[in-house]
């Protein structure tokens, strides 16, 4: 039986003792004009019970929902807490979101203010309000480019504060009640699902869910209380809500900001905090980064580098693995310290790192092997929106071909976590404190559930250790017409270590005879790779068709190819005309792949790819930065990973 919500507090009581135990311990850092800003727990309570009363005074009331959209910045936890503190319930927003996934998410949740960082965002919100007729307020909190707008719901959020200073002059009680009144099981925010297949969902999370799984990933990371973080990650996705919001309030961590987007690094670099977050993709990027500026340097320096990678690699992986590492690597591992592996992790920022966590989808073990050889202990958490957290590596030595062990869940919050994997290898789960439902969706919710099993949707297997190796989604398990099962997004995982591959899109299906893929090289790579070589090109379609970038791409296939099944090994591949866009809807806001939507818009292309044609005619509309629609016509050339087979394997397809 689950705790009482009486005995488990909500984050803003966690807040509130905080402010009352130790007000001057540093909470928050913020990076504003090259300054690094301070803030004490305090001061956050100071500004959360300001921004909450004037929201109060706005008409904002227990049960309701806030919705916030800017970047990882202070004022959106503030507001965050601030919503909550009321009884009200939250949802984040991506920075990027377009005003009509505005509009959706605030209708949806049936939003009734709005919390907007800057004059951008509050744009987004002035274009959708006249369809918002429940909106009472829509408060920002950056003024810039803003002294000219007028609109009766719209306020600053320095405007907002000082009403909720006078709310709390006149009812100094006020703001102790309304914390006091919430309880463990009370809504606190609604994370929304990524749509790849339809509208996003609203997930329904209580501040039990979001203590229970913060416990989780506490069990299986080495946190301690001071803890420096850099949060970065969107809020609009649940595990940064875990650490960054909930692990920052209940360890509590010194939770620090970027001065901007775009600043990320460099301020990773400056803070080399203790705990790094990142998605997969950031992770994919980041040793892509390290193996581009490689392309760039001397000889000397490249061959210093895989020198210093190897020394690492030998001693750091092989402990991880519990082999015993060899003596030569061992004494020269503090030569390649020094000369290499220490500067790596300088210029990343992971100098201190004693925390590196993948959450999300599975990632190719070369790129976990790649952090481990600089020193970088990188694990992985993994877990779904609906459920929250299930599983991760933990302790000094874990299999990297897995996504670790079932995380242990607090008494306090229920039965431990149990699993079964259904006929069709599908992970089904319960304990904790579950699944909570979707938001207004009761039909979408009862089908998440099978006699009080959750079905997460995830293919995986388990080892005879009992750890859970991550295959793909169920619904994405193809099976080719030769009958042989594979799992796309298991190869693309591998596919997209390589630097000069961006994203990949695994085809085949029951009326395929193979595996092909569809490439998005990445613009930047290999246009530098191009440019060495003194190979000439004008635009990303003009370089994508280049026959010495195809061959590239064909030897990065060939490369992984070796490492899978032979019924899963990609035979013919295409790399896509133009690169894939968010704004286009050929992504998700979190660059996952929407691929009912692909395989629709690029259906010339694949059909051309199985047919066995070698230059495949394309015409895809495209929506350019300025608004206009246009048509980008171009002509794709199919590539055979090996040729010599090409005119047979051509025939069958044909026939098939």
Sequence with gaps: MSAPSSVIPTLPQTLLAHAQNHPQRLAQRVKRKGIWRTYTWSNVFERVRNIALGAAAQGLQRGETVVVIGENEPEHFWALFAAQSLGAKTVSV?????????????????????????QEQVDKALAVLDRLPDIRGIAYWDDAGMWSYRHPLLLSLDTLSAE??????RQPQRFAREVADGRADDLALL?????????????????????????????????????????YTPLAWVTEQLLGV????????????????????????ELAPHIVLFGPRQWENIAATIEARMLDASWL??????????????????????????????????LAEALVLHPLRDQFGLIHAKVAVSGGTAMAPDVFRLFHAMGVGLRNVYGCSEFGLIAGHRGERYDLETVGPLLDVDPAFGEPLQTRIADNGELQLRGGTGFLGYWHKPDKTAAMVRDGWFLTGDAVRQTERGELVYLDRVEHLVKLASGHLYPPQFIETRLRFS??????????????????????IDMAVVGRWAEERRIAF????????????????????????QFLPEGSRVVRFANFPKELDPDEGELTRTRKLRREFLAQRYQALIEGLYAGAAEIPCEIAVTYQDGRQGVLRATV????????????????SAQA
Aim: one cysteine or more; charged letters at 25%; hydrophobic letters at 40%.
């Design 191 to 231: 994370t929304y699902t990524s749509g790849t297949t339809s509208k996003p969902k609203g997930v329904m999370i209580s501040h039990r869910w979001l203590i229970d799984n913060a416990l989780r990933m506490k069990s299986a990371l080495p946190l301690q209380e001071g803890m420096e973080y850099l949060s």
């Design 164 to 169: 909720g200073a006078r709310q709390h002059e």
């Design 499 to 520: 630097p000069y591959i961006k994203d990949v899109m695994v085809l085949g299906d029951a009326t395929r005879p193979w595996v092909g893929a569809l490439i998005n």
């Design 637 to 652: 050339v199919a590539t055979d990973i090996e040729p010599q087979t090409a005119g047979g394997r051509n025939a069958r």
């Design 538 to 561: 004008s635009t990303f379609t003009d370089l994508s068709q280049r026959p010495e970038v195809r061959e590239l791409v064909r030897e990065e296939i060939r490369r992984i190819n």
């Design 94 to 118: 991506y920075p990027d979101a377009t005003p009509d996934e505005l509009h959706y998410l605030c209708e949806d949740s049936e939003a009734r203010f709005i919390f907007a960082q800057d």
């Design 246 to 269: 909930t692990l920052g309030l209940i360890t509590p961590l010194v939770v620090n900001f970027p001065e901007a987007p775009d600043q990320v690094l460099p301020n990773l670099r």
């Design 301 to 334: 320096a490249r061959r210093t580098y895989r020198w210093g990678l190897r020394i690492g690699h030998d001693v750091h992986v092989a402990r991880l693995e519990g082999r015993a590492a060899p003596l030569a690597s061992r004494l020269l591992l503090p």
